[in-house]
């Protein structure tokens, strides 16, 4: 395993723990500034919206997220996930597609792009 993929494969359970939190500082701090990203409905939402969804308290918390399906390819200083993603909480569960490209700026990893698609 690349270093590459082990510090993405590190920051990807991140990730996972900050929906299960939810913990909005996971998603400040690992999604770039002007991260594009994409729901399943095809609508654009920004940085501060997936952060402020991820306040606690502001939706329903997750009881379960399970990830499968991981493929990381290296490309150097950025890296594409592609994922499924199993989700549950109290009143919803489902299992959603992700696609998502990391950069690496001045040694520290981030999304600056992402993707999520209903399976």
């Not at 940085?47 to 399906?69: C, I, L, N, W, Y």
């Not at 998502?100 to 399976?119: L, Q």
Request: net charge neutral; hydrophobic share 40%.
């Amino acid at each position: 395993m690349s270093n590459t993929v082990a510090e993405i494969t590190a920051l990807e359970e991140r990730l996972k723990q900050g929906e299960l939190g939810p913990d909005a500082k996971v998603f400040e701090e690992l999604l770039a500034d002007d991260v594009i990203l994409s729901s399943q409905d095809g609508l654009a939402f920004t940085k501060t919206e997936v952060v402020k969804a991820h306040q606690p308290g502001t939706m329903p918390k997750f009881t379960r997220v399970d990830m499968s399906d991981m493929k990381i390819i290296d490309h150097g200083e950025a890296a594409v996930v592609t994922c499924k993603g199993y989700y549950e909480s109290a009143k919803w569960k489902g299992t959603l597609r992700f696609l998502r490209v990391w950069h690496k700026t001045n040694g520290r990893w981030r999304v600056i792009a992402a993707n999520v698609a209903n399976v």
